[in-house]
């Protein structure tokens, strides 16, 4: 495993929509590896891989219960919404309240190449839909409602 360069602020692979992983490749589960690395390393809740500079839909996830990763995530069914507060190791420093979906079901392969749905409520479905909007070149500061001091 190895800690990877995290990508931040104006970088422009951030912006850049990632493309599907169409086989998990031994490449592949070592990048995995090396996201949760760096994720924890950082003291992240998730991590996508444009955020290490590689433009693939894979994402990983672990508020505390050990990490989830998964490839080519898809929010299926969204319900609810929840206002709370977000911050990106992409955008070191900056705080604030984004609007999500309360509970969500999201899709994907596991590690195995098998199809998974995973139902997530609260901080959780917020932690998916943060890192699933990095593989559309989305940040969550463009849909923060308002900024929270430091
Ligand atoms: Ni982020």
Avoid: W
């Avoid at 991590?47 to 290490?52: F, G, S």
């Avoid at 977000?86 to 609007?99: A, F, I, Q, R, W």
């Avoid at 998974?116 to 409520?121: G, L, M, T």
Wanted: glycine share 8%; with cysteine; charged share 30%.
């Amino acid at each position: 495993m190895a800690l990877r360069n995290i990508r931040v602020d104006e970088d422009v692979i951030l912006r850049k929509r990632s493309r599907e992983v169409e086989k998990i490749t031994s490449n592949i589960l070592t990048l995995v590896d090396d996201m949760i690395e760096t994720m924890h390393e950082a003291d992240g809740v998730g991590l996508a891989a444009p955020q290490v500079g590689i433009l693939k839909r894979i994402i990983i996830v672990d508020i505390g219960e050990g990490p989830i990763a998964l490839i080519n995530p898809e929010i299926i069914k969204k319900n609810g919404e929840q206002i709370g507060s977000e911050g990106c190791l992409s955008v070191p420093g900056t705080y604030g309240e984004v609007k999500r979906p309360q509970t969500i079901i999201v899709e994907g392969l596991n590690l195995q190449g098998e199809k998974i749905q995973i139902k997530a409520e609260d901080f959780l479905a917020r932690a998916f839909c943060h890192e699933i909007d990095h593989l559309n070149g989305i940040l969550f500061t463009d849909k923060v409602i308002r900024y929270m001091e430091d």
